[in-house]
């Protein structure tokens, strides 16, 4: 597990590895006091070839619910999960909820799968929604049984990455 929450603001944390990575334990960069930021994850897998991203925990990179009249409100953070094959499994989350919501994007270049609930709400009627974005590749479109967005994901389908070059999408 790692803490990195913070009272006015949640923390960051960023795995670049060269092939796959496995997280089993809760990752939290959460903000708890009113008007604090959510903190930001990005895990990277396959940085040099083919890897694999597989989540089986919660990150949490939500703010505090509510809102201070002295400091106003708080917004989710964001994830980023990025590999050849991003699986994220039952009983795993997202979490990036707050008076705002924040910001989620899984991208796969190859299979992705989603068996968890992902969550960029917003808490106050007033908040902003978050967002969540998944990109894949065209010819495998995702896996999303037994998954729960909130709102609503938006999808992209990518092109094919290149034999050579950059594999960004």
Known sequence: SIDASGG????AVEFICGRNITVNGKIDLSG?????LGGDAALRAGN???GNLTLT???D???APSCSPENGCGQG????????NVTVNNGAALDATGPDGGQHNLTAREQLRVQAVINASRTVPTGNVGITRILYPARKPPILTGSAFSPVAQT???TTCPIQGPTMP
């Open 8 to 11: 006015d603001a949640g923390g």
């Open 57 to 59: 925990n919660v990150i």
């Open 61 to 63: 990179v939500s703010s």
């Open 77 to 84: 953070g964001s994830t980023d999960l990025f590999g050849c």
């Open 156 to 158: 992209q389908a990518l």
């Open 48 to 50: 040099s070839g083919s």
């Open 32 to 36: 708890r006091q009113q008007a604090a």
